[in-house]
């Protein structure tokens, strides 16, 4: 018990001063610019959060072959395309349907025919844009449901922005 009262009497007559020079230690202050840092993340206001724009309204348009040809990825412009009657914005397949994709040569066309015939060939598109649309007629059973398959792809990824008519029709 001597040792511990000895122990005792020591800390007592010890100065006050060298109490705190025990806690500043390079480990304590460490900690405490950790601690100060954490609550002023904590405390302070952050930045307000901004919303997505949202892309500009779309008006639904009839189009004929040649004003529909004009959509065709160039110049910034959108990517349309028509399949039956319905015209796509198929912008947002830019990659295989604007310049340079696969499908690159049905932007802005009717591309109906093509896609019934698994086929990107030139002679699948309407040559004449002022006469009247393809009309699919020589298509088989295959070819119709390989088109409605097509069809239904487009409905559920892209937005109908127009109908495709013929020239001088409605």
Known sequence: MDYVDQRVAQEAAKDPSELYTGLI??????????????????TSPSAPTKLPREPPA??????????????????????????????FDVSAGRNFYGPGGPYENFAGRDASR???CHSFDQEMLTKDLDGPLDKLEGLGPE?????????????????????LVAQGGA
């Open 114 to 116: 093509g896609l019934a």
């Open 58 to 87: 779309v008006v639904f348009r009839t189009f004929t072959p040649r004003t529909l040809l004009p959509y065709n990825g160039l110049e910034g412009k959108p990517v349309y395309l028509a399949v039956r009657g319905r015209v």
């Open 25 to 42: 230690t390079p480990l304590n202050i460490i900690l405490a610019l950790i601690t100060l840092y954490t609550t002023y993340l904590l």
């Open 143 to 163: 070819e119709m449901e390989s088109l409605q398959g097509w069809e239904e792809r487009f409905l559920s990824k892209y937005l109908v922005v127009g109908k």
